[in-house]
């Protein structure tokens, strides 16, 4: 039994493009939303959390329809040519609207945000005014730009109107994206095959920090950056064509399953018709969906709000401190992938939480005198992070059937999703109206509940009996 590394590396090409507009999303929306629209903190969390709220309804959805589809090119392989084409055609729109409104503001002649100085006495000079706080600097420019914004409102609802299109299409094709691997894949060589699949969202995200260190300075066109994305998206989908053939890689795996005995697990199976899950499983699997909730609290709150935390706090470009994350992710993957088959997958995912707890410890330390533990931070999140992602998803999977893996995508969607609607929105609230350096407790709290739920789960682990 060995991992077709190759073919995985083509399968992890859609993931690859998710996790590269993922990455854009989360470091350049929101700052267009504060910086050229000059909303607060609290509603870029809301547009923010935009992307999950489609994503709780349509990618249980799109997973539950991909396990039902039949042509002659497979069940996900449509739903991703489809998402990639329409997302790469409506993804520079984005940033053409926010040019736009960018050319708006320096027509106003606004001063940005950098230009708010800091006086001997702690006060906060903007504009001419002084301000006792510097989150009340950062509201009167950011009413400044909402004016301008308010008087360019077509502008700012064809902005809005392009991202809900954009994120409808990514939504759609996620989960069939990433139950490919699964359905080719037996089950003892998912974290393996998962490690790849990770490694290959790292590399997409990690792409994107690098092109964004050079395109995408606060105050400046993202166009060029936009345009250069969607076309590395239309390339990975010629190449997924071009090597993932589907139905042969399902029926290539259908004979593994009779050679390795799997086959069995799903003898009498039907659509439509499943047999109870028992109560201990059950009782396992939704601690382990509880527990996928309090991570991606912790984690997408960090990140998400990552860039305009950097720039304000800690008087530091987003771009190099990711992209160091993102670097240390893809070299623990591999290794990761490994060890987790040897010692188990519950047993990763807690020492990963662990190492999530000691980074968001550093970052609540870190400040613009000692700014270089924020690299430390990011480097042990991105090492905790790629544990706990190559083997949390093969965990919910472990539990479902051959014909249900896309439902069971789903669920896994459903509980990351509902966690990263909530959090950009609280952590931005707390931001905004107490302290900008409330980010790093709350991943911190959300990342010690994560460790209290994972220490009950109880099923989930590749049986001993795959593993030989």
Known sequence: MKLNIKQVFYIGLAFFVISMFGSLYDAIIGKMAINSYGLGHFWSGVLLALDNILALFLIPLFGSLSDKTKT?????????????????????????????????????????????EETEDGKYLFNGEVYEKEKDALKAQQALVFEVTKGNMTNFICFLLVIFLVLTVMAAYRSPAVALMPDVTLKPLRSKANAIIN??????????????????????????????????????????????????????????????????????????????????????????????????????????????????????HFAMALLIAHGVAMIAFLPIGILSSKIGRKKMIIIGIIILAVAFTLGIIANKSTKFLIYVTLSLAGIGWATINVNSYPMIVEMSKGSNVGKYTGFYYTASMSAQIVTPIISGYLMENVNLRTLFPYSLFFTLLALVTMMFVKHGDAKKIEQA
């Not at 997302?87 to 940005?112: G, R, Y």
């Not at 994107?208 to 066109?221: G, I, N, Q």
């Open 72 to 116: 002659k090119h497979g069940r996900r392989t449509p739903y991703i040519f489809w998402g990639i084409i329409l997302s790469a055609v409506l993804i520079p729109a984005i940033a053409m609207f926010d040019a736009n409104q960018q050319k708006k503001v320096q027509e106003a002649e606004i001063p940005i945000v950098e230009t708010i």
């Open 199 to 316: 490694l290959m969202g790292s590399i997409g995200g990690a792409l994107f920090l690098v092109m964004s260190h050079f395109l995408a300075r606060d105050y400046k066109s993202y166009v060029t950056l936009f345009l250069i994305v969607s076309g590395i998206m239309i390339a990975c989908l010629l190449i997924f064509l071009w090597k993932v053939k589907e139905p042969l890689l399902v029926e290539k795996v259908n004979k593994e399953k009779q050679l390795y005995g799997f086959a069995e697990e799903e003898e009498g199976e039907t659509p439509g018709e499943e047999a109870p899950m028992p109560a201990d499983v059950r009782r396992s699997f939704f601690l382990i969906l509880a527990s996928i909730v309090f991570w991606f609290m912790a984690y997408n709150a960090a990140i998400s709000k990552f860039s305009v935390y950097a720039q304000q706090v800690l008087d530091l």
